[in-house]
């Protein structure tokens, strides 16, 4: 079996890839990232991808593909805030570009991977495609407001998994294609937004990765086209 991590280079993402590598049920895991990483255990065959950049996509599946059919593939990238590009307070501080650089990386560039890594999954037993969500996707658990670009790119991309568990479902019975909401994690992307939250709710990026792999591993095709937490709990729509 094999598996495939895109935004290995990224704090979850890394940690998700070296979990993987202990597990003895995945021969090979390819880890892609834009930023190169050379130092991985074995097991880890690392590749080049940019989710902006639809040919380096498409090669990354080619690499894949001839190895054999992924039954797990996780997108792991994301973004938050970079530079100018910030969680927004109030309606007066929205900016197209940012619009376009959070829904670029959140939205448009899990939405290419589908589209290449879908059409080379198996399908005639289990496998399972997920994205890296977060709960503040969810328009009904929507009590505060604020970060628009970042709330509704995850809508947006709650709203394509859905529509990619339909479409795959079709092709195999088995498929399940999830989103999954990491929890509050020690990264980069959280760091400057760490400042409230509880030392308990706050995850180690180690933590949060055997938690999601946790869930995955509890994941049936009944679950497909939804979003789950790291503790296995649906998050709602």
Same mark, same amino acid.
């Not at 509880?198 to 938690?211: C, N, V």
């Given at each position: 079996m094999s598996a495939v991590i895109i935004g290995a280079s990224g704090g979850i993402g890394r940690a998700l890839t070296l979990a993987l590598s202990h597990n003895s049920k995945f021969g090979t895991i390819h880890a892609f990232s834009r930023r190169e990483v050379r130092d991985w255990p074995a097991g880890v065959v690392p590749g080049h991808i940019d989710i902006l950049d639809e040919a380096t996509i498409k090669a990354a599946a080619n690499q894949v593909a001839k190895a054999g059919? =992924?039954?797990l593939v996780i997108v792991a990238s994301g973004l938050l805030s970079e530079g100018d590009t910030q969680p927004e307070k109030s309606w007066r501080h929205q900016g197209l570009d $940012?619009?376009?650089r959070v829904f670029d990386i959140n939205?448009?560039?899990p939405a290419l991977i589908a589209k290449h890594f879908l059409s080379i999954m198996p399908n005639d037993r289990r496998a399972v495609f997920a994205a890296v969500s977060a709960r503040v996707g969810s328009i009904s658990d929507n009590r505060l407001g604020g970060w628009h670009a970042y709330r509704a790119s995850k809508a947006a991309l709650n709203m394509l998994i859905r529509n990619f568990a339909i479409e795959w479902r079709r092709k195999n019975d088995q498929s399940i294609c999830v989103g999954l909401h990491p929890g509050t994690v020690d990264t980069d992307l959280s760091k400057p937004f760490q400042a409230n939250v =509880?030392?308990?709710? #706050?995850? $180690? !990026?180690?933590? $949060? !990765?055997?938690?999601? #792999?946790?869930?995955?591993?509890? #994941?049936?095709?009944e679950d497909t086209g939804k979003v789950f937490d790291w503790a296995g709990k649906e998050v709602p729509a």
């Open positions: 059919h =992924p039954e $940012s619009y376009r939205t448009f560039g =509880p030392g308990k709710q #706050l995850f $180690s !990026a180690e933590q $949060s !990765a055997g938690y999601l #792999l946790g869930v995955v591993d509890r #994941l049936t095709p």
